[in-house]
């Protein structure tokens, strides 16, 4: 199947057209027309190889929503016409414990992520969604809510999941008071969830101007961390706070906010380890995790939640000659709060 798109042809280039070929559709496959394709920060890492070495070129892109074009004999979860979403992975070993569980994320083989990696036969070369088409087979795809604007779709298989994952498993509901760490891509969703779900939400923000978004999105209290003392009278306040930020920072005054038995989630990916304080732990029970994406049945049931609260992200539709630019300013924070590439434009 014939596709074209945008690539980059080596580390930190910029992305250029680029035509390529999609696998043939197999008797489990769909195929799909892309309508939209976030950008995601991991792109930018991945497309510069900040994350170590990487396959070019690349053909970026997780955040993927389009219509089902044509299906493989064998499928049953899809018909032509569909609304239909892929995410950060396209396949898994689906024998181990964790994807039979349906948490392929954590598949003890490693789950197949959607580009910049080999798919499982150990030689075609995975592209991702910064295309027209795609081919992916019909279990590791999603159907997304036909209320919900296409636009605003994308993010939420990333941004979305990453985001609603940690509240699902650590029990986000009415009574329970939660703390968003950052507001960006992945915090403005975690914002919008956790109200969804009944939450008291509080935004901790190194971005004052940013208090206005986050009451319109559902906050309920809005906290400027530029000076870090404004972090004491919020001690032993929450359940659960989800950290979001990528910078470096003092994670031992954020744990101190939590209640006795409360979690701190860490889901941005900070440039050094942190330096915790045992001894903040300790005092009042507190944990410290880790969260990553969603499997699939997970991202499945996201969406339905979004499409019930008429969640989406907030975006910047772009054209695919905008990209390069788009690049940069997600690297400076200028974007409220991701950047969606119109795929009609490729």
Known sequence: MQARGLAVKKASAPLESFSFERRALG??????????????HSDIHQAREEWGP?????????????????????VTKFSIGDSIGVGV????????VNCIS?????????????????????????YGGYSNVFVIDEKYAVHVPKNLPATGVAPLLCAGITLYSPLRHWGAKKGMKVGIMGLGGLGHMGVKFAAAMGAHVTVLSHSPA?????????????????????????????????????AELDINAYLN????????????????????NVGTLLGAR????????????ELQEMLNFCGEHNIVSDVEVIKADYVNTAYDRTVASDVKYRFV??????
Not at 89 to 96: N, P, T
Not at 104 to 120: A, I, K, P, S, V
Not at 286 to 297: D, K, L
Request: proline residues 5%.
């Open 286 to 297: 507190r944990s410290m995790a880790g969260s990553m994406i969603g499997g699939i049945p």
């Open 54 to 74: 990487a396959i070019f070129p690349m053909v970026p892109g997780h955040e993927i929503v389009g219509v089902v074009r044509e299906i493989g004999p064998s």
């Open 102 to 126: 349906g948490l392929q994320q954590y598949c003890l083989e490693g789950m197949t992520g959607t580009y910049n990696t080999l798919e499982r036969d150990g030689s075609t070369v995975a």
């Open 210 to 246: 940013k208090k206005s978004d986050a009451l319109a999105m559902g906050a309920h209290d809005f906290v400027s961390t530029k000076d870090i003392s404004a972090l004491k009278p919020l001690a032993s306040t929450f359940d659960l706070i989800l950290n979001t930020v990528s």
């Open 257 to 276: 906010l939590l209640k006795l038995d409360g979690t701190l989630v860490v889901i941005g990916l900070p440039g050094k380890p942190y330096a915790v």
């Open 27 to 40: 008797a489990y496959d769909v195929a799909l027309d892309i309508s939209y394709a976030g950008i995601c």
């Open 341 to 346: 590439i119109d795929a009609s434009t490729f």
């Open 89 to 96: 992975f396209i396949d898994s070993c689906r024998v181990c």
